[in-house]
């Protein structure tokens, strides 16, 4: 049964349960009274992400029964076969009401008798056909299995299902060996990275992998030879012209006309593995149309057929596997293979219990880059008051705010950020706070309230300026931090963001092969006029800006710069566009800690198109038609030294991500500093250049994953300062 009823918007909070769902703990013995208080995740209806309730549920101390054991689970994976199940299209999983989830890694609390292998303390990964997604749980011994030391919760709970799926397809059922091909479609998910890292650990392999043009360079960079924009491009046609022969081994988790295609491109003693049917899952809810349309185009052979063209073609279900000693045979492989550094779970994003929906959503659009985590510890909304600041912190607060804004707004700016905006920088922190670009996606991805209390007007100049003061000997010692936009201040391209606009949320093919290379801004011209064709209204556009989420420790970063505006001079270097930038800026609230705003003008016209233009016209040949941005921060930083009375800034750091950031990059001094998001292109080219031209490049090099990276350094690049 269906609701009908899209995703809510608030977050859902637990719902008090006293009946019992599979994976509950057993109840005790009668004359205990002691009783737990347990949170988990229940799919109550088959239908959109409101059915997955997140309830608690009062019970008696479990009593465990022989070889069993209780589990304080600290993280939960999130896979497409919940996607399915929450639709009704999963047969493995109970009828609702039902806990779901089906691996996890967490604590032992208490063992049963028998259980020989497990100890309070242990840190285990759990497996299940349903039950985990909930904070205590009762399994059995052989369902779990003990973590490597090094091994975190998360990377735990991201294993199992993605890793043993991947392994048991590639080397008991495909075969693999050196020298083969493989083609991993859905190469950015938890099976395609697992698949990948582990072809690599077979030598000479070579891999082609589809995804969005977007997730490119993550995969290539985690092993993919041949990367495939598969809604761009056809890739049967890519692989040919790569690879005549076709490729020896395909894994299919898509189904119906893919399948038939990945049986044409293999070669003779090939095999293709069909291990699931995403291309029957669309909207929120069950698809019969598209599940017809999958059963019509599916592959259908005789054995003759098989026989004539020498193929293989393999089925996998993990869930239907019964066999326990291959499954602990193969997960103590993989156990042994993370230890030896030849995999390593690539965790996306984490989301707490109350934000299931957000997680769901996110892989079902297919945003994520790996896996997905559910977190069972309650969200913690309450944070402690910030610290009061001291006389002389309140002096420097002043002066910095006389210095940097003007006269009609300084007693605006003077105002301290309030007490609810600072826990929710704080809250933000806590979902950011990560160390590898791995697990660098925020929990959420919307903007539900502006991040700092200050919000001036939107303007509609090509750049902003605040009048400068600069009446202080500090001045001399002042900082210029340059940002890019996309994929650096916000999680994503603004311009993919808005193409979500359109009723079927992509573009057509026609428009997206026309598309030369040099010329995004032009190609941008196009898609912004075909959306308003296609009736894209002006508050559809700033909506679809608005909910794009910031990037991992952004806020953080921000709120530091903030406090710290006498120091620390802020400008956007950004090839997107004005509406676009200001849009998100205006609505994180924060637009008032840039001095300026270098970009592609854009306003709205009569008819309500969103008209985009060139920055400027220039002669570099390493950079688009549209925008050089070493031209730009060359002469920025002319014109600011003749500004502040012939001071340079003392130091400069530029915070990119892109391939046209390492233009700039090199209009840096040996003082200066390169900020590369990690794993990003800017960080994979400049370790080139630095290596190839080291005399093209003297700044220093410092990648980061998450907003908090840049913290510590700027940090210490104050207490550097002071201590001149």
Sequence with gaps: MSSGKDAPEDQPQPEPQEPKTPGDPPASEPGEAATISVRGLVLTGYGGYDKIKLQVKTMAKPRLQSGEILVRVKACGLNFAELLGRQGMYELLPSPPVTMGMEGAGLVEAVGPDVEDKKVGDRVIVLGRSGIWQEVVVVASSRAVVMPEQMSFEEGAALPINYLTAYLMLFQMANIKPGKSVLIHMAAGGVGIAATQLCRSVQDVTIFGTASASKHETIVQGGVTHAIDYRTKDYVEEIRKISPDGVDVVLDPLGGSDTQKGFSLLKPMGSIVVFGAANAVTGQKKNLLALAKLWYHQLSLST?????ANKAVCGFHLGYLKDEALITDAMATLLRLYAQGHIKPHIDSRFHFEEVADAMRRMHER?????????????????EKPKAPTETEEEGQKSEEEEEKPEAAATEVKAEVTEEVTEEVEAARRRCSTSTISSSTSSSNTISAPFFSYRPKMTTNLTRDLPDQHQHQHQQQRFLVLFDFDETIINESSDDAVVRALPDQQLPDWLIHSYREGHYNEHMQKVLAYMSERGVTKDSIQSAVEKIAPTPGLLVLLQFLQNHQRDFELAVVSDANMYFIQTWLERAGVSHLFRKIFTNPASFDASGKLVLLPFHSHSCQRCPDNMCKHVILREYLAARQKERGGAAFHR????????????????????????????????????DLQKTQPAQFKAHVVPWASGEDIVDCLQNVLEERANI
């Design 652 to 687: 400069v750091f530029y915070i990119g991500d892109g391939a046209n950031d390492i233009c700039p990059t090199q209009a840096l001094g040996p003082r200066d500093t390169a900020f590369p998001r990690r794993d990003f292109p800017m960080h994979r080219l400049l370790g």
């Design 304 to 308: 003759l057929k098989l026989m004539q």
């Design 367 to 383: 945003q994520n880059i790996g896996k997905v985590i559910l977190l069972p510890e309650p969200k913690k909304e309450e944070q």
